[in-house]
Nanobody, 115 residues
Framework: QVQLVESGGGLVQPGGSLRLSCAAS????????MGWYRQGPGKQRELVAI???????NYADSVKGRFTISRDNTQNTVALQMNSLKTEDTAVYYC?????????WGQGTQVTVSP
């Protein structure tokens, strides 16, 4: 089973930046999509950004131009650079990995954007 360990997150003022990182371990062969979802207070979990093993990316409209997802296939890591953060970006961010039809999730890391 794939294990995902996240790092980064924290408290930042509006307009600031944060970087999230996620490392996959155990049975990493066959992982295709890796990315990030988030769940804000009182909201459903939503896609933030995802990247395939080949490097194809997909972003939520709300983060396009502000967030950048990147991946290192040799290290089985995925990162999310978040710039120009807004208060509405406040959420728990979850790392995701897809492997042969199965989904794996990290434990979540809190991102709080507040003056």
């Amino acid at each position: 089973q794939v294990q995902l360990v996240e790092s980064g997150g924290g408290l930042v003022q509006p307009g600031g930046s944060l970087r999230l990182s996620c490392a996959a371990s155990r049975m990493t062969a066959g992982i295709n999509g890796m990315g990030w979802y988030r769940q804000g207070p009182g909201k459903q979990r939503e896609l933030v950004a995802i990247i395939t093993r080949a490097g194809t990316t997909n972003y939520a409209d709300s983060v396009k131009g502000r967030f950048t997802i990147s991946r290192d296939n040799t290290q089985n890591t995925v990162a999310l650079q978040m710039n120009s953060l807004k208060t509405e970006d406040t959420a728990v961010y979850y790392c995701y990995a897809g492997r042969w039809g199965e989904e794996y999730w990290g434990q979540g890391t809190q991102v709080t954007v507040s003056p």
